[in-house]
Nanobody
Framework: VQLQASGGGLVQPGGSLRLSCAASGSIFSFNVMGWYRQVPGKQRELVAT???????RYADSVKGRFTISGDSAKKTVYLQMNRLKPEDTAVYYCVLQSYELGRPDYWGQGTLVTVSS
């Protein structure tokens, strides 16, 4: 299983970014894709997940600003991040997992998002 994330970068507060993650390999038994993030010195935290049926889950801190979506045919998940804040600065990791409320089974390599003026 491989997860290839892209789309990170530097953006000003209030701006937008879109992250993408393409999954490949033996992924048929996994029903959930999503994103976690990590700030240095802190634990990784859930950002958002989406199931194969389209059910979504968000961290309270991003609700109303971030939107997760998926393209089953392309085995790709997206994270549209709007109204970004400096506290959104982190390394964002794409994940693949079996159950919506479970822990990730696979992690991507991470992409850095920096929100700064």
């Amino acid at each position: 299983v491989q997860l290839q994330a892209s789309g990170g970068g530097l953006v000003q507060p209030g701006g937008s970014l879109r992250l993408s993650c393409a999954a490949s390999g033996s992924i048929f038994s996994f029903n959930v894709m999503g994103w976690y993030r990590q700030v240095p010195g802190k634990q990784r935290e859930l950002v958002a997940t989406i199931t194969s049926g389209g059910s979504t889950r968000y961290a309270d801190s991003v609700k109303g600003r971030f939107t997760i979506s998926g393209d089953s045919a392309k085995k790709t998940v997206y994270l549209q991040m709007n109204r970004l804040k400096p506290e959104d600065t982190a390394v964002y990791y794409c994940v693949l997992q079996s159950y919506e409320l479970g822990r990730p089974d696979y992690w991507g390599q991470g992409t850095l998002v920096t929100v700064s003026s």
